[in-house]
């Protein structure tokens, strides 16, 4: 092929030209497998058509995807923790069909999953870094398969459209039979974000990659029912090269925090690594509540790193855990926003907002199926639910024509990883926007302030 030039970050600002169409929005599913979709009836759909592959599937079924994964198309199939929508890695061209059909610029790197650990070292560039070559397989041997991306530097066969120029790529083997039956088919590893509009709710279930790609011509879409960690994986980056000797925390995810440190630990005390490894969270500041944001003009490290993403395609807020204030007539009119708790609805967690279920059209739990019940419920119940909810909100509000969606908010610190990537969903499904409740000062009427 042809030499690949590396783009520059102006390069990266623009997204490719959108050749395919694409709805303006689609309509999301609820949090469970929904019973229909709006799909070509089978008599009359063409082979160009996007299509959901159900099971069972045979190995016939997965040579033909392979097949077409290898001729440059796009097959969206299932891990542990969303789907992915999957190119040939290798192929530029290929990767590119990935970033016209979500919309995302080209500054937002892929993820290259391969179907072993052995397959993550010819992506590598690690021969004149034996220790962090060293540390890479210790992490494979504990993590993977498993919700867990390593960055490092990239061989040459690794195309810049993956990396989005940075020269660094990042690594997953997925912890997903079909995932890695799919790769193994295909042959090569597969470049895969997750398989929706850019900037919108993750997909957790086939159905919800069709709403959001039936415009993608051609798309396989491997059904395999929902996703059991339901949050993307961690990303961490070997830098191991200068004085710091670190493991940096990118993106919080599937594998929590505290799990990374106790395996750094135990690798010092085995004397797998001649010096102590720091574990250098890069995805959330110290002492700070909020995640990291970039700039979308800025070649990313890590993808899911700016302020809009897993959003719902209604305005939603972060809702302030503080008790009800009193709020002056003319401070409510001049800077409430327009949507009363009663045309709103409330994503709670574990019901901790339970006492204002009341004053919202309808209420929605992370923790709990049963949206009538307050139940307490685990930082970890919730990832796995997290994006399904949202979706089954943003369903509802578009049903009902309601005007805000709003997430309770919490304080992750103290509370372990599992809370801190929950929390990094949240802020960045509400852009970062934070309102408190308040009621009038003649009573009765509720605001939401800024």
Same mark, same amino acid.
């Given at each position: 092929?042809?030499?690949?030039?590396?783009?520059?970050?102006?390069?990266?600002?623009?997204?490719?030209?959108?050749?395919?169409?694409?709805?303006? @929005?689609? &309509?999301?599913? !609820?949090?469970?497998?929904? /019973?229909?979709?709006?799909? #070509?009836? %089978?008599?009359?759909?063409? =082979? +160009?058509?996007?299509?959901?592959?159900?099971?069972?599937?045979?190995?016939?079924?997965?040579?033909?995807?392979?097949?077409?994964?290898?001729?440059?198309?796009?097959?969206?199939?299932?891990?542990?923790?969303?789907?992915?929508?999957?190119?040939?890695?290798?192929?530029?061209?290929?990767?590119?069909?990935?970033?016209?059909?979500?919309?995302?610029?080209?500054?937002?790197?892929?993820?290259?999953?391969? @179907?072993? &650990?052995?397959? !993550?070292?010819?992506?590598? /560039?690690?021969?004149?870094? #034996?220790? %962090?070559?060293?540390?890479? =397989? +210790?992490?494979?041997?504990?993590?993977?398969?498993?919700?867990?991306?390593?960055?490092?530097?990239?061989?040459?066969?690794?195309?810049?459209?993956?990396?989005?120029?940075?020269?660094?790529?990042?690594?997953?083997?997925?912890?997903?039979d079909m995932a890695?039956?799919?790769?193994?088919?295909?042959?090569?590893?597969?470049?895969?974000?997750?398989?929706?509009?850019?900037?919108?709710?993750?997909?957790?279930?086939?159905?919800?990659?069709?709403?959001?790609?039936?415009?993608?011509?051609?798309?396989?879409?491997?059904?395999?029912?929902?996703?059991?960690?339901?949050?993307?994986?961690?990303?961490?980056?070997?830098?191991?090269?200068?004085?710091?000797?670190?493991?940096?925390?990118?993106?919080?995810?599937?594998?929590?925090?505290?799990?990374?440190?106790?395996?750094?630990?135990?690798?010092?005390?085995?004397?797998?690594?001649?010096?102590?490894?720091?574990?250098?969270?890069?995805?959330?500041?110290?002492?700070?509540?909020?995640?990291?944001?970039?700039?979308?003009?800025?070649?990313?490290?890590?993808?899911?790193?700016?302020?809009?993403?897993?959003?719902?395609?209604?305005?939603?807020?972060?809702?302030?855990?503080?008790?009800?204030?009193?709020?002056?007539?003319?401070?409510?009119?001049?800077?409430?926003?327009?949507?009363?708790?009663?045309?709103?609805?409330?994503?709670?967690?574990?019901?901790?907002?339970?006492?204002?279920?009341?004053?919202?059209?309808?209420?929605?739990?992370?923790?709990?199926?049963?949206?009538?019940?307050?139940?307490?419920?685990?930082?970890?119940?919730?990832?796995?639910?997290?994006?399904?909810?949202?979706?089954?909100?943003?369903?509802?509000?578009?049903a009902e024509k309601?005007?805000?969606?709003?997430?309770?908010?919490?304080?992750?610190?103290?509370?372990?990883?599992?809370?801190?990537?929950?929390?990094?969903?949240?802020?960045?499904s509400a852009s970062?926007?934070?309102?408190?409740?308040?009621?009038?000062?003649?009573?009765?009427?509720?605001?939401?302030?800024?």
């Open positions: 092929r042809p030499p690949l030039v590396t783009p520059l970050p102006s390069q990266a600002m623009k997204r490719p030209a959108a050749t395919m169409k694409r709805p303006a @929005a689609a &309509a999301p599913t !609820a949090s469970k497998r929904p /019973a229909t979709s709006k799909r #070509p009836a %089978a008599s009359s759909r063409r =082979e +160009e058509d996007a299509t959901i592959v159900r099971p069972p599937h045979s190995d016939a079924v997965f040579a033909e995807l392979g097949a077409s994964l290898r001729r440059g198309r796009l097959v969206s199939f299932p891990t542990e923790t969303v789907y992915g929508l999957g190119a040939n890695g290798l192929d530029p061209k290929a990767v590119l069909q990935i970033f016209e059909a979500k919309g995302r610029p080209l500054s937002d790197p892929c993820i290259l999953h391969v @179907a072993c &650990a052995a397959d !993550a070292l010819p992506l590598l /560039a690690l021969d004149d870094l #034996p220790e %962090a070559k060293l540390l890479l =397989e +210790e992490l494979g041997k504990v993590f993977w398969p498993g919700p867990l991306s390593i960055v490092g530097p990239a061989r040459s066969v690794v195309p810049p459209e993956v990396t989005a120029g940075t020269g660094f790529v990042a690594v997953r083997c997925p912890a997903h890695r039956q799919l790769i193994s088919a295909a042959g090569v590893p597969l470049a895969a974000p997750s398989a929706n509009r850019f900037g919108h709710i993750s997909p957790t279930l086939p159905e919800h990659v069709f709403e959001d790609l039936q415009h993608v011509p051609f798309l396989r879409i491997l059904d395999g029912g929902p996703c059991s960690v339901g949050i993307e994986s961690t990303v961490v980056k070997l830098d191991l090269a200068g004085p710091q000797r670190r493991l940096q925390l990118l993106r919080q995810g599937g594998v929590p925090r505290e799990r990374l440190e106790a395996f750094l630990a135990d690798c010092c005390q085995r004397g797998v690594l001649q010096e102590p490894v720091e574990l250098s969270c890069i995805a959330r500041p110290s002492g700070s509540s909020a995640p990291v944001v970039k700039d979308e003009s800025e070649a990313q490290e890590a993808p899911g790193m700016l302020l809009k993403h897993y959003a719902p395609s209604v305005m939603t807020v972060l809702l302030s855990p503080r008790a009800l204030e009193e709020a002056a007539a003319e401070i409510s009119e001049k800077t409430a926003l327009q949507a009363a708790p009663a045309r709103s609805l409330l994503i709670d967690f574990g019901g901790k907002q339970a006492g204002r279920r009341d004053l919202f059209l309808k209420s929605f739990d992370l923790c709990n199926e049963d949206e009538s019940v307050a139940q307490s419920g685990t930082a970890e119940d919730a990832c796995a639910r997290v994006f399904a909810v949202l979706r089954a909100a943003e369903a509802f509000a578009l309601v005007e805000l969606i709003c997430v309770a908010d919490f304080d992750p610190q103290g509370l372990g990883g599992y809370a801190e990537a929950l929390h990094d969903r949240l802020f960045r970062g926007q934070r309102v408190a409740l308040h009621e009038s000062a003649s009573g009765g009427r509720f605001y939401f302030l800024p």
